[in-house]
């Protein structure tokens, strides 16, 4: 056994003042605890300086002494997740669901210390495992779990293996401290985590090996992580900290409000939360929480809501604590984004280029505030990795705007009698969409809808190479022509409104059209089709049925008519060739001036164009190497669709809605804020971000909270998500409302 160490002379005499400093102190605590009966200290504080004392006195042989209390004492205590009392207790936090709990929750602060003026912070709620550090001169020397907020599991071997977390604090921090934080697991690191075990596990079963477990989410990934006993494990797994409160501190001047207490911490070098904000009164501090609400997946890591904290530290000391839960801090929560349901069958659906897509058909749930009852299941190798079938029980998950996704399947809950599940081998694209269809996977299925009157494709599928998908074999399949159709009057390309999925799947089970060129010949034919099902106005006069144009058809006829000046690039991304999207149909419309030119051109010419590349190029000459491509493209031209682009006199747009102003606020179901916001520009609305004398109108959705409430004393008039679709509809319902409304009252401004 050796009895020197490697160190420096100077190191030495450091590690000796430390642990000359160690023994007085435990010795002192000896006395306490043994003779006088009156331990200042917890157990586990003591046992913390007891450990320190040990591992230094192994480091440095030569400091050994047999006076030393880890002679006379017995064993020192375990290391891994020993227990840890905290010296003040970690408290949880209470919640506020919507505005009117958190504007509650401050008037009972306001109430209790008979205050108006309140400044806040606020931080992302992180979701992760709550984790607080103690440093001493600088150095990492213990890190506990929350446990039950009086005592933890000391993880202090884990925590010092993530990188996020610093060993070594640069600054002066103070002699002895301690921070609290979260530590998580960012999502992509949880993404990669989860696809290598799920690689494990494919090998693992091939080799008739048991599976390793699957994190649910990043929180629970992140405890696992953490509470490894092995901290080599914890090593390798991608955690992180964000830093949001200072615990203790002995003899120091700390900061005396939270916001600058943050700035004090990272000077240390923590990573304190992101993007936490300061405000003014509690209506800004809601303000920031819907915002927060409105793009909770911007973040890289998972958050569950948003921390609203008092600034103030002398005000959050007389506000002090109730049970468990500050009364100087509150959670606003976000509406879960995963919720379990059974997924009852497996179905696919044809993409517009021919990949047959499956998706889970749910038992219906709410996820983040919304109905859901399909899910994506991406392809059959991901439903293999995570080993979905029907009848299974699932975890959803709903991410913003996001498709809900099928996350894993409940093991536990399994049918006994399930069977993996096998993809079509005959392509399944119908047009019904609302059938019985003799094809077992048709979307409209059996006893979902009822009646079939949608074609069959029924042509082989097959995978192409190193693609995930399947592709349906037949052109002229009638998903692909539904779908190619639909891409065609999409926003993004001719932007044909009133040519939506269900007037398509109509006018083609109807023979109206066959593909899109054919949308050009409905102007020209509006008598004849007004007789079509479901398109024109039925009329009864005399006892017998009139067939009228209507406004229906007529303002579709419009739509049709101003499509064809939207432009070259429009037009290239309506056809929908692989890969070319708004962006590079742009670059190509710009560079090569007509639609001729492009679909002629040599693939490396293409290629040439900055922001194309090779694969675009490609696509473009394979799709132009087809004769019912070049079909398509003559028949669009013969119609008038403009294909160059020396853009003529762009035609006035209809824009009913100029000169008012609405404001937009709060959640809404039907579409996102920025989506709204776009429509009501396009129909040549001013849109404000916030609420004044001048805003005609408040579009308020659900959990709207400080606008709302600044409309109302404005009195100005506020209408639902309702109203705000059917102002898109028929934008001249906004005028004939706000007339009403101002017929009531003379003086209203409009
Ligand atoms: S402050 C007095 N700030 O949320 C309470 N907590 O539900 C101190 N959390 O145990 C907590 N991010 O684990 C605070 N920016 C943040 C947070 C945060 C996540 C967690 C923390 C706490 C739990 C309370």
Request: charged residues 25%; hydrophobic residues 40%; aromatic residues 6%.
């Amino acid at each position: 056994m050796s009895t020197q160490s490697s160190a420096s002379d100077s190191e030495i005499i450091a590690a000796r003042d430390r642990v000359e400093l160690l023994r007085a102190e435990i010795l002192r605590h000896n006395h306490l605890y043994h003779t006088l009966d009156a331990p200042e200290i917890s157990d586990a504080e003591y046992d913390t300086l007891f450990d320190q004392l040990r591992r230094l006195e192994a480091d440095f042989p030569e400091l050994a002494s047999a006076d030393s209390p880890t002679q006379t004492v017995g064993a020192a205590p375990g290391r891994t997740f020993a227990v840890i009392e905290h010296r003040q207790r970690m408290l949880s936090l209470g919640n506020a669901f919507n505005a009117e709990e958190l504007i509650a929750w401050q008037q009972r602060a306001s109430d209790l210390l008979d205050r108006e003026q309140w400044t806040y912070v606020t931080e992302p709620k992180i979701d992760g495992l709550a984790i607080a550090l103690v440093y001493e001169r600088g150095r990492l020397v213990q890190a506990a779990t929350r446990g039950d907020g009086r005592a933890g599991e000391d993880v202090t071997a884990n925590l010092r293996k993530i990188d996020a977390v610093p060993n070594e604090l640069s600054g002066s921090p103070p002699a002895r401290f301690e921070v609290r934080g979260e530590v998580y697991m960012p999502k992509a690191g949880f993404e990669a985590m989860n696809a290598e075990i799920a690689e494990q596990n494919q090998r693992r079963r091939e080799a008739g090996r048991s599976q390793l477990t699957l994190y649910a989410n990043p929180r629970n990934a992140a405890a696992g992580s953490v509470r490894q006993k092995d901290a080599g494990v914890t090593a390798t797994r991608p955690l992180s900290i964000g830093i949001y409160q200072l615990g203790w501190c002995d003899d120091a001047i700390t900061p005396d409000n939270h916001w600058e207490t943050l700035g004090w911490l990272s000077e240390f070098g923590f990573p304190t939360t992101p993007e936490a904000a300061r405000h003014e009164g509690i209506e800004a501090a809601l303000d920031a929480c819907e915002r927060w609400t409105q793009r909770r997946d911007s973040q890289p890591f998972e958050m569950d809501g948003v921390v609203v904290k008092v600034d103030d530290l002398g005000l959050q000391a007389d506000l002090g604590i109730v049970g468990r839960e500050p009364r100087w801090a509150i959670a606003w929560k976000f509406p879960p984004q995963e919720a379990s349901t059974v997924l009852e069958r497996i179905l696919v659906n044809v993409g517009r280029t021919g990949s047959i897509n499956p998706y889970a058909r749910l038992r219906p749930v709410r996820v983040g505030g919304v109905q859901v009852t399909n899910a994506t299941l991406h392809n059959l190798d991901d439903i293999r990795r995570k080993d979905i079938r029907e009848g299974d029980t699932v975890v959803i998950r709903r991410a913003g705007e996001v498709i809900p996704q099928v996350v894993r399947p409940v093991l536990e809950r399994r049918p006994e009698d399930s069977v993996e599940w096998e993809m079509p081998t005959v392509c399944p694209g119908t047009t019904c969409g609302e059938a019985l269809c003799s094809n077992q996977h048709c979307g409209g299925e059996r006893g979902v809808k009822d009646v079939c009157e949608g074609a069959w494709c029924g042509a082989g599928v097959s995978r192409k190479d190193e693609d995930a998908d399947f592709y349906c074999d037949n052109h002229r399949c009638p998903a692909i022509v539904q779908r190619a159709i639909e891409h065609f009057a999409s926003r993004g390309a001719m932007d044909i409104r009133g040519l939506g999925e269900k007037m398509i799947r109509l006018m083609l089970r109807e023979g109206v059209i066959g593909d899109a060129a054919d949308i050009y010949t409905i102007p020209g034919r509006l008598e004849e089709l007004a007789r079509v099902p479901g398109l024109g106005q039925v009329k009864r006069r005399k006892g017998e049925d009139h067939f009228e144009v209507g406004d229906r058809l007529r303002n579709l006829a419009a739509a049709i008519e101003r499509s064809k000046s939207r432009g070259l690039a429009s037009v290239l991304v309506g056809l929908g060739i692989r890969h070319v999207g708004g962006e590079n149909a742009s670059l190509l419309a710009d560079q090569f001036g007509s639609l001729d030119a492009i679909l002629l051109a040599p693939a490396e010419t293409l290629a040439a164009v900055d922001g194309v590349g090779p694969i675009i190029a490609e696509s473009i000459v394979e799709w132009a190497l087809d004769g019912e491509s070049w079909s398509l493209v003559h028949r669009l031209q013969a119609a008038g669709v403009e294909d160059e682009s020396e853009r003529t006199e762009v035609e006035p747009i209809d824009t009913p809605l100029e000169g008012l102003r609405f404001v937009l606020t709060g959640r809404f179901a039907a579409m996102t804020r920025p989506e709204a916001e776009a429509q009501l520009k396009s129909l040549g609305a001013g849109v404000g971000s916030s609420v004044s004398k001048n805003t005609s109108v408040l579009f308020a959705g659900e959990a709207a909270g400080s606008k709302r409430r600044k409309a109302e004393s404005l009195d100005l008039p506020i209408w639902d998500e309702d109203q705000l679709v059917q102002v898109l509809a028929r934008p001249r319902l906004a005028i004939d409302w706000l007339r009403d409304a101002s017929a009531l009252e003379p003086d209203a401004p409009i």
